[in-house]
């Protein structure tokens, strides 16, 4: 007898940011989109390494393109480069690297 297949990892899905972009929603779950930002920015940093929007969506275990318009949107200091359709070559750059 085989053991059943391990369950994919849920993903967080939230429909909308919070309103307060530094914090969360309490009743949601869901991080302002700064917040979430900050945190993704700073991992990416933390790797001493390239890193791709795939990669940190994976370790943030949310859909890829939460972690795009996060880094669009939500840290001055962040940007992205490579190609919008591919999450795996669309690198998190940072300012000054």
Same mark, same amino acid.
Request: aromatic content about 10%; charged content about 25%; hydrophobic content about 40%.
């Given at each position: 007898?085989?053991a059943p297949?391990?369950?994919?990892?849920?993903?967080?899905?939230?429909?909308?940011?919070?309103?307060?972009?530094?914090? @969360?929603?309490?009743?949601?779950?869901? #991080?302002?989109? *700064?917040?979430? $930002?900050?945190? /993704?920015?700073? @991992?990416a940093c933390?790797?001493?390494? #390239?890193?791709? *929007?795939?990669? $940190?969506?994976? /370790?943030?275990?949310?859909?890829?393109?939460?972690?795009?318009?996060?880094?669009?949107?939500?840290?001055?200091?962040?940007?992205?480069?490579?190609?919008?359709?591919?999450?795996?070559?669309?690198?998190?750059?940072?300012?000054?690297?």
């Amino acid at each position: 007898m085989t053991a059943p297949a391990p369950l994919p990892p849920k993903r967080y899905h939230w429909e909308e940011w919070s309103d307060d972009e530094y914090g @969360w929603n309490s009743d949601t779950g869901a #991080p302002g989109i *700064v917040q979430f $930002a900050s945190a /993704v920015s700073t @991992w990416a940093c933390m790797q001493r390494r #390239p890193v791709s *929007v795939a990669e $940190a969506a994976s /370790v943030f275990n949310v859909d890829p393109v939460r972690v795009e318009q996060a880094m669009d949107e939500g840290v001055h200091m962040t940007f992205l480069t490579g190609p919008r359709d591919d999450f795996s070559k669309l690198m998190i750059e940072h300012d000054g690297e």
